[in-house]
C-alpha cells in the first residue's frame, strides 16, 4: 500500500484543524441580533490562539489585545448608549461581525418552571404572541446544561421577538418585557431566559458556597449516600434494561402493548437536582454579561425546606451580584402562588406560607430588590397556574421602583406594625397606595384571610375592618388579641389589595 495519500490526508487534516484553533471565537450570547446594556462598559470575551492579536471595534470605539497563554482574551468598549448601534467587529486571523444590535436594557429571567412556562400556554398567550412583531424586544433562551465544573459557555442565540419566537419563550419574561417596553417608551429590551422546571435554588447556587456551609450538611449527606450507591443503582438499571428490552421485542412480535421503559436517576454529576450544577452550567457562562437585572420565579421545589430558603436565597443574590462586578443590581423577586384546596381553619404551620415569607425578607433587606405577589392568582389544582401576564406585569411594576428609581406604587400594602386596642388589634401598612381595599376591584363585601391569636394559643379568623392606612381585627373569642397573620396558609384566600390593584405581602406578626 502506498502510505503517500495516507499522510497527504493527515497533514492537511492537520492544517485544518489548526486553522479552526486559529479562529477567533466568542461566547454564544455575543451574536448578531443581541441587546447590549446601554449604560455599561461593553464587556467582551473569547478565544483565540495563545499570542494572538485581537481587534475589537465598535464605531469610533477599538481596542487591541493579546491572547493569553491559556487562549483566552476579553476586552471593554465605552458604554454604547440606546437605540440601535454600530455592528460590533472582532478580527484575528478571522473576522466576526455581530449586526443588528441594539442598546438597551437587558434583563436575565431565571428560576423554574414557573418561569420556563412557554407563552403558547399561558392564558391569553396565544393571542399576545400573534401581536408578537417586536423589533426593539430580543429574546435568549439557555439551552439546558447540567455541569459538574463551571462552563465558559452555553447553547443558545439571540433571536427577534416574532409570533414564532415569542409563543415558544417564557410567557412570564414576555410579559414582564413588553410591560418594561410600554412603561420606557420603547426602550429596546433585551431577555435571557436561563431557567429549568423541576430544580432546587442549590442547584443555582455556586457548589462551595453550600458545599463547605453546615446548615446543608442534611442535603449533602443525602446526595452522598446517592452518590455511593450510585454503582449499584446503575447496575440494578442496566439489568432492567436488558430484561425491558428481550419484553419490548417479544411485545413487538406479537402485537401486545409493550411494557414501559425502566426509569432511574443519574449520577449525581450529570443530575440538574444536584447543588451548584445549574449555576455551573446556565449561569456562570453568563456571568460578566452586562445586565440590568435579574427576574427570579422560584420556589415551589424548596418547600419541603422553607426555613432554609431565605438562607439561601441570600446567599444566591448577594454571590450573583459580586461575581457580575456590577454593585448591587436590581433583583426582582415572584413570591409563591395561592396552592391546593382553600384552609377552612387557619393552619398552625404551612410551608408555602413560611417560603412565602423568605421571599418577603430577601426583597425588603437586600437592595435594589423588589417582590411581586401572587397570592391571588394560583392555581388550587396546578401547580402551573395559567395567569403569566399579571405576574409579568407585576414584576414590571416593582422593577419600575427597584430599577428605575420611580415614584410610583410598584406593589400591594406591606405590613409594618401592630398595636393592641382594648379587644382588637390594629394593623397599620405601607404601600397603601391611593388606599386599602377589599378585593382587586374594591367590591368585595369584607375582607378575609387574617387571623388572630390570643393567650389560649389558639388561631382564629378574624373580623377585619378597613380603617383609612390601618386594618383593625376582633374576634369575639379573643378579647385579648396577641399576634396576627395574614395570608398565611398553602392557599389563604386572602384579599387586601391597595387601589392600585396589587395584592397585600402576606405577614405573621408572631416570627421569632
Not at 459580586?322 to 448591587?328: A, E, I, K
Request: charged content about 25%.
Amino acid at each position: 500500500m502506498n502510505p503517500r495519500p495516507a499522510v497527504a490526508l493527515l497533514a492537511l487534516l492537520a492544517l485544518f484543524s489548526g486553522r479552526l484553533a486559529a479562529e477567533v471565537r466568542l461566547p454564544a450570547f455575543y451574536s448578531p441580533g443581541m441587546v447590549m446594556q446601554h449604560d455599561r462598559p461593553v464587556r467582551l470575551r473569547g478565544w483565540a490562539d495563545p499570542g494572538e492579536t485581537v481587534a475589537v471595534t465598535q464605531g469610533a470605539s477599538s481596542v487591541r489585545l493579546v491572547a493569553g497563554a491559556d487562549g483566552r482574551w476579553s476586552a471593554s468598549l465605552p458604554s454604547p448608549g440606546a437605540g440601535p448601534l454600530p455592528d460590533l467587529v472582532i478580527e484575528g486571523r478571522n473576522r466576526i461581525v455581530l449586526d443588528r444590535l441594539l442598546g438597551g436594557d437587558v434583563w436575565l429571567c431565571s428560576g423554574q418552571s414557573n418561569m420556563e412556562f412557554r407563552l403558547s400556554r399561558a392564558e391569553g398567550g396565544n393571542e399576545a404572541a400573534a401581536a408578537a412583531t417586536l423589533p426593539a424586544l430580543r429574546l435568549f433562551t439557555v439551552g439546558r446544561k447540567v455541569a459538574a465544573s463551571p462552563a465558559e459557555d452555553v447553547a443558545g442565540r439571540w433571536v427577534d421577538s416574532t409570533p414564532e419566537t415569542a409563543a415558544a419563550f417564557s410567557a412570564v419574561g414576555f410579559f414582564f418585557g413588553t410591560e418594561l417596553q410600554r412603561r420606557l417608551n420603547g426602550m429596546p429590551i433585551g431577555l435571557i431566559h436561563s431557567a429549568w422546571g423541576g430544580t432546587p435554588a442549590e442547584a443555582w447556587v455556586a457548589r462551595d458556597l453550600t458545599r463547605n456551609d453546615d446548615a446543608y450538611a442534611a442535603l449533602y449527606e443525602e446526595w452522598d449516600r446517592y452518590r455511593a450507591d450510585y454503582p449499584a443503582i446503575k447496575a440494578r438499571y442496566e439489568a432492567d434494561m436488558n430484561r425491558w428490552r428481550e419484553r419490548a421485542a417479544e411485545a413487538e412480535r406479537s402485537g401486545a402493548k409493550p411494557p414501559a421503559r425502566p426509569l432511574t436517576k443519574p449520577d449525581p454529576d450529570e443530575n440538574h437536582q444536584y447543588p451548584g450544577n445549574l449555576f455551573d452550567g446556565m449561569i456562570h457562562p453568563l456571568v460578566g454579561f452586562p445586565i440590568k437585572g435579574v427576574a427570579w420565579y422560584h420556589g415551589t421545589s424548596n418547600t419541603k425546606r422553607a426555613a432554609q430558603y431565605h438562607a439561601l436565597l441570600t446567599t444566591l443574590v448577594t454571590d450573583w451580584r459580586r461575581r457580575w462586578g456590577q454593585g448591587d443590581f436590581p433583583f426582582l423577586i415572584v413570591s409563591l402562588a395561592n396552592y391546593r384546596a382553600p384552609a377552612a381553619e387557619p393552619p398552625g404551620e404551612s410551608a408555602w406560607a413560611t417560603l412565602r415569607e423568605a421571599q418577603a425578607r430577601v426583597a425588603r433587606e437586600q437592595p435594589n430588590a423588589g417582590l411581586a405577589v401572587t397570592i391571588d392568582i394560583g392555581d388550587p389544582d396546578d401547580i402551573h397556574p395559567l395567569n403569566k401576564r399579571d405576574v409579568g406585569l407585576r414584576l414590571a411594576a416593582a422593577a419600575m421602583r427597584a430599577a428605575y428609581g420611580r415614584d410610583v406604587v410598584g406593589g400591594g400594602p406591606e405590613f409594618f406594625s401592630a398595636v393592641a386596642e382594648p379587644g382588637a388589634l390594629r394593623l397599620r401598612f405601607s404601600s397603601a397606595g391611593r388606599g386599602l381595599v377589599a378585593g382587586r376591584d374594591g367590591r368585595a363585601e369584607k375582607l378575609s384571610g387574617f387571623a388572630l391569636r390570643g393567650p389560649d394559643g389558639r388561631w382564629r379568623w378574624a373580623e377585619a375592618v378597613i380603617e383609612g392606612e390601618s386594618v383593625v381585627l376582633r374576634h369575639e373569642e379573643v378579647p385579648e388579641p396577641r399576634e396576627a397573620r395574614y395570608g398565611w396558609a398553602d392557599n389563604p384566600g386572602c384579599n387586601l389589595y391597595n387601589r392600585e390593584g396589587f395584592p397585600a405581602v402576606p405577614f405573621r406578626t408572631d416570627r421569632e
